[in-house]
């Protein structure tokens, strides 16, 4: 069974660069039938999508977000990366990374999230 696992800081100040790690175990994320995401979850709101890598190392962003976003992977270490520029208290949000059926484009498979606080 697959585990993803997120990794960074919790606190960031504002203007800074956010980045996280979702370290996958149970399952390669050179797999084909799969693409790895984020999704965040701001205080007292939904859910958002930030993006996603595919199988081909493209990458689907939200618009509001995608001039901001870098999605990578490093396959040496099952890891895959969400970058994050210039934020500001509106990125304060539970980040959870995700596994996405490439099929079916669902969510099958998530990390237990985050938390990650922008404020000087």
């Known amino acids: 069974q697959v585990q993803l696992q997120e990794s960074g800081p919790g606190l960031v100040k504002p203007s800074q660069p956010l980045s996280l790690t979702c370290t996958v175990s149970g399952g390669s994320i050179t797999a084909d039938r799969y693409y790895w995401g984020w999704i965040r979850q701001p205080p007292g709101k939904g859910l958002e999508w930030i993006g996603y890598l595919t199988t081909s190392d493209n990458t689907y962003s939200s618009p509001s977000l995608k001039s901001r976003t870098s999605i990578s992977r490093d396959t040496s270490k099952n890891q895959f990366i969400l970058q994050l520029t210039s934020v500001t208290p509106e990125d304060t949000a539970v980040y959870f990374c995700?596994?996405?059926?490439?099929?079916?484009?669902?969510?099958?498979?998530w990390g237990q999230g985050t938390q990650v606080i922008v404020s000087s």
């Open positions: 995700v596994r996405v059926a490439a099929i079916t484009r669902n969510v099958d498979s």
